[in-house]
């Protein structure tokens, strides 16, 4: 029998190509109440919320930072337009976008604005021209604050407090050992600051939703990673039962995260203007808005102090893990979480402290994006790694290795690594295709030319029992009377696999062709929520759920009967985690992987060029080689993108300055060299076919591995990334 | 809604730019985005569109008088010599689909040929024309740059005649031309001789579809082993593209002289009379820092090029 892994066409994949795959902005009316499309997998008709007369929505936003709010005075609307705001907030509804355990995001300002483009209030109507011009009628009066731009400022309280009385939105605390007594102790401390920037996620369909109203029941639809998300968000802003909501996830032009939290952020108000209106609205974002006001990557700053003994072994680690949150908490704690439980890397410290810290700031609300915090302080330890090795004159990778983690090892929470860990085999592959240690040797030190090697692992699905307390996720395989397999559940495809990867893992159980196997977009009229798609749990957790599901439905199988079976997440035997005191098995388990770059440093304009990447990773196993090469190859490009190239400062007044493609650097084909790729084959045991979760981890380590190679080309140290030219110019004029 | 005109030959397309003063546009690239609506919209263009880009006069390249002629909506990608180019191919109108004599296209000078190719990616040089990018008169315009280093000059057309000025007359801020109400933007003439030397460095964001943060153009004619004329022109380090003439005649009255030593000093001193003249700012893409620092170094770069081109021609 053939493997796998062994890769077969996407299902969904010609349709995207030859551009017949409806998306929200091309979803059209066909007439009917309950309509669909030709090949059933869209629903067209009024009932799915589009009709002939459905209007236009724009958001109007704050043009001020920060703010009391005085007045807010809405222009008369002509016949056929709405204007909607936080007085519109039906009885029952609450105006708070719900996000993990954070409320404080308002659905619409009311009483004060915290970043410039805060969602004051929406615009409805035919026309797009009659509706710029009532958005330019509103009048918004504030009595200004002092803008807080950046970490430093939001914790020298800036004109004042925005959170609390410290700007501290959430802390994450990891004690292990007496650090101050080894530290005490130390025969040299080496200590280091590393940081990141925000970056944009540049899905290439903006943010685009539709909402509606029938009778009693609302409904969302469009562009979203997670249809029970927004379902949660409108049911919590409107009051309404959960089965007075109905979202439907359509085909997506790609997430990276940013279409975790986002449309809950914009559905949750849209929803609110279809409901009072009675009327389906559609919003979609131009590139402009939707670069300028949604959700980045959270910005970093962690701080590395090391106590070595007289021989140059580490003892223990003091650091810190400073993300700032902006405006509003949203997801900033679960991030950090992951921040935090992430910054000590792929190694194993006897003693350690770590202090992380979400921050209050006038920026746009951080969200969510592929590594969701990993990316962030695993640069920071492995940048330091790099440091500690260069003091004690010792080659990095042998000096990274005396302190790799192996099975049955501790995790920074208590818990334990249950499963082979095999970075020796990772990096014997990563050695033999990019030949890393000679040429980190035969390039020397400041001469132009460097190689840098990274490490990184990643946890996979959600943070300690998430999946099993907050989740519960469910997935449910339904047989029709023809004996055609339908899948139900959750999970959406934006590019990263599903719609192949589950249909292989049904069809490999039932012996049937994956292209028989239904798999419509969700429609939470219809599927149980499996949970989001997000985490890296999709194969690993739903995708098991689904095999599961597949072999019981085997077991009981009767032709020519509809049969269903429904599967519940267990938590793995043995696992155990204490949400109080954050000890205990932090992730079921953890993808690993090494990545290699090689770069070139133009002297002349301190421009580097990456002439090769490098990445191996254990990703459990593939179940499809193709879907999962394409995760490393973006992953790969986003996370060099991210450390060499893809500046996003904000101005004074907290507004991102690179709003448009022209100004924001996101790499193109030419940027840099296809990576060479493999994964090595160790099963995880309650994944789908032995899978772990890998999209996130593809974004983990190239970042690092690009300024490791930087350093050993420019000879100096490199703690901030983008290193852009005009950052290298700085770093080696110094 | 846009009033637009598509006319079929260049007796009415003045008239309809003395009429109407209607905005010429060629391919576009740089209009769309100016006057960029949102979804749903249409751009919001102040006054009436004239198409320019399916005369075939407009899209001629040819010799004259030992230097060469280029028609404003020639497009970039034929200046580049990309693979596919179409000439005139916009199909807004009688499409001329004019295709250039191959022997003329091997004149273009290198530091021509080289600043288009890095213009945008070829989508977009396909429709971006050579007389669209001058008249965008953006500090940055790659075309510019280089054309200024030819000491290019620009023929304009109106229903009473023809007139031709210098390029760093024509440009006269960003995004300003002197341009009458009138007139349309007719050849890029090249003036003989030809360049000998050529140099061109573009600084970008990235590696394509980048804007740019700093280039130099440079070209030089030479004649018994020393340099006869030779022109250095900075884009994106001031409100217009920057000649510096000063280095032109430090280099015109001492080469051939190329020891090791001298030639350092010869860039010191190109380096300081550069060094006063371009004011870069900081923006969203780049640091003044930055802009100025590389700046000088491309000199450096540029001079040790054309003096390893003087020791080939010994």
Redesign the interface.
């Known amino acids: 029998m053939k493997s796998i892994s062994q890769s077969i066409p996407r299902p969904d994949g010609m349709a995207k190509a030859d551009g017949s795959a409806l998306y929200v902005a091309d979803l059209q009316f066909d007439g009917t109440e309950g309509g669909r499309s030709p090949d059933g997998a869209v629903a067209l008709g009024s009932e799915s919320g589009l009709s002939k007369d459905m209007l236009?929505g724009?958001f109007y936003r704050s043009p001020y930072p920060r703010g009391k709010i005085r007045r807010l005075q809405l222009p008369e609307c002509p016949p056929g337009y709405h204007i909607i705001s936080a007085a519109d907030i039906p009885q029952g509804g609450k105006n708070e976008i719900p996000m993990a355990a954070s409320r404080d995001m308002p659905c619409f300002a009311e009483n004060e604005i915290r970043y410039a483009g805060q969602i004051v209030a929406l615009v409805a109507g035919p026309d797009?021209?009659e509706i710029?011009r009532l958005i330019r009628a509103i009048e918004l009066e504030v009595d200004e604050t002092p803008v807080v731009k950046n970490i430093d400022e939001a914790l020298a309280l800036k004109g004042g407090a925005i959170h609390g009385e410290d700007n501290i939105f959430c802390r994450v605390d990891l004690d292990e050992g007496e650090v101050d007594e080894v530290f005490a102790g130390a025969a040299s401390v080496v200590e280091g600051v590393y940081e990141t920037g925000f970056q944009e996620q540049f899905y290439m369909e903006g943010q685009g939703l539709i909402a509606w109203r029938t009778g009693n029941k609302c409904g969302v639809r469009g562009s979203m990673q997670c249809p029970y998300y927004v379902h949660h968000a409108v049911s919590h802003v409107l009051g309404l039962k959960h089965d007075e909501i109905r979202v439907i996830a359509d085909t997506i032009g790609g997430g990276f995260g940013g279409k975790e939290d986002y449309p809950e952020i914009m559905g949750a108000p849209l929803a609110v203007a279809s409901w009072v209106s009675g009327k389906p609205i559609r919003m979609?974002m131009?590139r402009v808005e939707d670069m300028a006001f949604t959700s980045k990557r959270h910005p970093s700053r962690c701080v590395y102090r090391s106590a070595l003994d007289s021989e140059g072994r580490i003892l223990a680690i003091d650091a810190t893990v400073d993300l700032d949150g902006g405006a509003y908490e949203t997801y900033t704690k679960i991030v950090l979480m992951r921040a935090v439980f992430h910054s000590l890397g792929v190694y194993a410290i006897p003693v350690f402290r770590i202090r992380g810290r979400g921050i209050a700031t006038n920026t746009v609300p951080s969200g969510a994006f592929r590594g969701f915090g990993a990316p962030q302080s695993l640069f920071g330890i492995e940048m330091h790694m790099e440091e500690i090795a260069r003091r004690n004159r010792c080659e990095v990778l042998d000096y990274k290795r005396n302190y790799f983690l192996k099975k049955g090892d501790t995790t920074v929470t208590g818990g334990i690594f249950r499963d082979e860990i095999i970075l020796d085999k990772l990096i014997a592959e990563a050695e033999r295709l990019s030949g890393y240690s000679g040429k980190r040797i035969k390039l020397g030190r400041g001469k132009g030319q460097g190689i840098g090697m990274s490490f990184i692992l990643h946890g996979c699905g959600f943070t300690g029992d998430g999946e099993q307390k907050i989740i519960k996720g469910k997935a449910v395989l339904k047989k029709h009377r023809d004996d055609k397999v339908e899948i139900l559940c959750a999970a959406v495809d934006f590019g990263q696999g599903p719609q192949t990867t589950f249909r292989k893992v049904v069809a490999r159980v039932l012996g049937i062709e994956p292209n028989t196997v239904i798999f419509n977009y969700p429609d939470t009229d219809f599927v149980p929520d499996s949970g989001p798609t997000v985490a890296s749990r999709t194969i690993m957790i739903v995708g098991y759920l689904l095999q599961k599901a597949a072999e019981e439905l085997k077991a009981i199988w009767v032709e020519g009967e509809e049969q269903v079976v429904e599967q519940n997440y267990q938590m793995p035997p043995g696992m155990s985690w204490d949400q109080e005191r954050l000890r205990g098995d932090s992730y079921a388990t953890y993808g690993w992987g090494v990545n290699v770059c090689e770069v070139e440093l133009d002297f002349?304009?301190?421009?580097t060029k990456v002439i090769g990447a490098w990445a191996v990773f254990d990703v459990g196993r593939a179940v499809d080689h193709r879907v999962v090469n394409g995760q490393i190859q973006g992953g790969m490009s986003q996370a060099l993108g991210y450390g060499a190239?893809e500046k996003l400062?904000v101005d004074s007044k907290g507004q991102f300055?690179?709003i448009t493609m022209?100004?924001y650097?996101v790499?193109?084909?030419?940027?840099f060299p296809r990576t060479e790729a493999l994964t090595v084959d160790n099963p995880y045991l309650y994944g789908a076919f032995g899978a772990k979760g890998m999209g996130e981890m593809v974004h983990d380590g190239g970042h690092a591995a690009f300024a490791a190679a930087v350093e050993q080309a420019c000879g100096k140290a490199c703690t901030t990334i983008p290193l852009v030219?005009?950052t290298l110019?700085e770093i080696m004029e110094a | 809604m846009v009033e637009v005109f598509k006319p079929t030959s260049l007796a009415e397309a003045l008239r309809i730019r003395a009429d109407k003063h209607a905005i010429p546009f060629a391919g576009g690239t740089d209009l769309m985005v100016r006057f960029r609506a949102?979804?749903?919209?249409a751009p919001s263009f102040k006054s009436p569109i004239l198409f320019v880009d399916a005369l075939p006069e407009f899209n001629t390249i040819r010799m004259f008088n030992g230097g060469l002629k280029i028609g404003a909506s020639l497009p970039l990608s034929i200046l580049a010599g990309d693979r596919g180019a179409v000439n005139g191919g916009t199909g807004t109108g009688a499409t001329s689909g004019v295709v250039p004599d191959a022997a003329v296209l091997a004149t273009i000078p290198g530091v021509l040929k080289a600043a288009a190719a890095e213009v945008g990616?070829p989508a977009l040089r396909n429709r971006a024309t050579i007389g669209g990018n001058l008249a965008n008169a953006s500090p940055a315009g790659d075309s510019i740059a280089a054309l200024y280093a030819l000491s290019a000059e620009i023929i304009l057309v109106s229903l009473s005649g023809e007139r031709m000025i210098p390029i760093e007359k024509f440009i006269l801020g960003p995004g300003e031309i002197s341009l009458k109400e009138d007139e349309i933007i007719h050849t890029i003439h090249i003036p003989a001789p030809l360049p000998d030397w050529t140099y061109w460095r573009k600084?970008g964001?990235?590696?394509?579809?980048?804007?740019t943060k700093i280039s130099l153009a440079a070209a030089a004619s030479i004649k018994d082993g020393r340099v006869e004329s030779c022109s250095f022109a900075f884009g994106a380090v001031g409100p217009r593209v920057i000649r510096v003439h000063e280095i032109e005649s430090l280099l015109q009255s001492r080469f051939p002289v190329v020891q090791e030593a001298k030639l350092k000093e010869i860039i010191a001193e190109a380096k300081k009379f550069a060094s006063s003249m371009i004011t870069p700012i900081d923006d969203?893409?780049?640091?003044a820092?930055?802009r100025k620092?590389?700046a000088l170094?491309?000199i450096?770069?540029a001079i040790a090029s054309l003096v390893e081109e003087l020791k080939l021609g010994d």
């Open positions: 236009l724009r797009a021209y710029e979609l131009d002349l304009t301190w421009e190239m400062e300055r690179q022209a100004d650097m790499p193109t084909s030419v940027d030219p005009e110019m | 949102r979804d749903g919209m990616a600084v964001t990235r590696r394509a579809n980048a804007l969203q893409r780049s640091t820092k930055y620092t590389v170094n491309l450096g770069d």
